[in-house]
């Protein structure tokens, strides 16, 4: 069965920190894989997907992940972050049976100090 | 609507009682997903129509969820005599298509406390 891991749970940073969020897969066939973004009393939205092709996508916000396949990893990064990115982050896949279904990783919240 | 809506927002239910969830995808989407989310937890896949067909209902934790599409449009998810443990919210999502690779666009969810 499919799964995703994600390595951090709660993550605290300042203002202009880089953020690196890890997340990883478990399946070996062909995927797509997405974050998705829920900032506070809001709904879940895409912040940024891979189909195929390179494998860094950038996103919005100036959000970036990079697939590398070997390691069956989807890492989120952003350079610099800013207090309005305070939310909760997950990360997703699909892939077998290719019939949308998304298998979500349990959340990493981002609290951004001003 | 622009986007995916999904009634009530809330909804507080005595434990033994049946509850209905609604959810009106974005037009035209053939897809339609609903997830379940504990506090803490990400979301977890409950059932999946396309159109007005329910081609999996593997994540649906007893035969006490029911969830239809007739009209491949507006879908209801149902929960017969409620326990605690449903207590989450409920997420739905469309997706234009009907492969892996479309985006799925949610809801705000549904809340969910059965006392």
């Known amino acids: 069965a499919q799964s995703v891991s994600q390595h951090n749970h709660h993550v605290i940073l300042s203002e202009a920190a880089s953020l690196e969020l890890g997340c990883n897969y478990s399946?070996?066939?062909?995927?797509?894989l997405f974050w998705y973004v829920q900032y506070p009393g809001q709904h879940l939205q895409l912040l940024l997907k891979?189909?195929?092709?390179?494998?860094l996508v950038k996103g919005i916000k100036g959000f970036e992940a990079e697939f590398i396949k070997s390691k069956f990893s989807f890492n989120l990064r952003k350079p610099s972050v800013q207090w309005s990115d305070t939310a909760e982050y997950f990360c997703?896949?699909?892939?077998?049976?290719?019939?949308?279904?998304?298998?979500f990783g349990q959340g990493t919240t981002l609290q951004v100090k001003p | 609507g622009a986007g995916v809506s999904q009634s009530p927002r809330y909804k507080v239910a005595k434990r033994g009682q049946d509850v209905a969830l609604r959810c009106d995808p974005i037009?035209?989407?053939?897809?339609l997903f609903w997830y379940q989310q504990a506090l803490g937890q990400g979301p977890e896949f409950l059932t999946y129509?396309?159109?007005?067909?329910?081609?999996?209902k593997s994540g649906l934790p007893s035969d006490r969820f029911f969830a239809e599409r007739p009209e491949g449009s507006v879908s209801t998810l149902k929960i017969q005599r409620t326990q605690q443990e449903d207590s989450a919210v409920y997420l739905c999502?469309?997706?234009?298509?009907?492969?892996?690779?479309?985006?799925?666009?949610f809801g705000a969810g549904t809340r969910l406390s059965v006392l």
């Open positions: 999502a469309s997706s234009l298509g009907w492969t892996g690779g479309n985006i799925q666009y």
């Open positions: 399946y070996g066939g062909t995927v797509n």
């Open positions: 037009s035209g989407h053939v897809s």
């Open positions: 129509f396309q159109n007005e067909a329910q081609l999996d």
């Open positions: 997703a896949v699909n892939g077998a049976g290719n019939t949308g279904k998304l298998i």
């Open positions: 891979y189909f195929s092709g390179d494998p």
